[in-house]
């Protein structure tokens, strides 16, 4: 079975996410479907993309498949962990991407959605980002991509409380473009993606990588790049990532030790 559906609607491309039953949650086989998806439309001059679930779903998506990170004493989200690979390709992809958000969105699929380049999102929309919830140490590359897309405060709320934020929240913090109702929303994104791509292919590319390459110009020097990942490497070396991992595959409340 696909786990994505792909679609051309003259230059507009569609993925829409199709695992349900796991309530699309990122896993390896997913993302790469994705970004295989996305590798043919470069082929196929698309010049928006649309990245969605299936009409009325209540989950877009549960974020990373936490089954496939790795036990202690290894990076949970290194350079080439899909999620980082499916983050880069989202941002890398020369047209913008629009992503349609129907219900809520959790931990990893947070920073996908937030690695889009237009967020539309329905009045039920929620995002949470759920690390503390796992025990999982978030890593320089996203904890990036959430700061150039959410205010600071916004962000510190979201990471420690692990709380969902609100589609009308979001909208007025900018996170969002637009909250659209569920029988006008699929319309209303696609109308977006024809008027873009009505416009100079080239010119959008070239704004959108220059966009990309501005908002990562931030100094991190090797010393501090080293501090971040010595203060990271403690946590998924501890205790608390192996009962946040064992306790949602034991589907239970974790208990954590704090060492």
Not at 25 to 42: K, N, Y
Not at 83 to 89: D, N
Not at 138 to 145: A, K, S
């Amino acid at each position: 079975m696909a786990f994505i559906l792909t679609e051309k609607r003259d230059s507009t491309g569609i993925i829409t996410l199709n695992h349900a039953e796991k309530r699309n949650a990122l896993s390896e086989t997913l993302i790469e479907e994705i970004t295989a998806a996305l590798e043919g439309f470069r082929a196929l001059d698309i010049r928006a993309v649309v990245l969605r679930a299936q009409p009325g779903i209540k989950v877009w998506s549960a974020g990373h498949d936490v089954n496939e990170l790795p036990v202690r004493g290894r990076d949970p989200l290194g350079w080439n962990d899909p999620l980082r690979i499916l983050i880069r390709s989202l941002q890398e992809f020369p047209a913008p991407v629009i992503g349609l958000i129907e219900g809520s969105v959790w931990g990893g699929a947070c920073e996908a959605a937030m690695a889009c380049d237009i967020l539309i999102a329905t009045p039920e929309a929620t995002f949470a980002i759920t690390p503390a919830k796992l025990g999982v140490p978030y890593n320089l590359g996203g904890l990036m991509t959430l700061i150039n897309m959410i205010p600071l405060p916004i962000v510190k709320e979201m990471l420690f409380t692990a709380q969902p934020l609100p589609a009308e929240q979001a909208l007025n913090l900018g996170i969002i473009n637009y909250i659209k109702p569920n029988d006008e929303i699929e319309s209303f994104v696609l109308d977006m993606a024809q008027r873009i791509s009505g416009n100079s292919p080239l010119s959008i590319s070239s704004m959108k990588d220059s966009l990309r390459l501005l908002s990562s110009a931030h100094a991190v020097t090797p010393d501090l790049f080293e501090k971040i990942q010595g203060m990271r490497r403690i946590v998924y070396d501890s205790e608390d990532y192996q009962e946040g991992i064992r306790a949602f595959r034991e589907k239970r409340m974790p208990k954590f030790p704090g060492k």
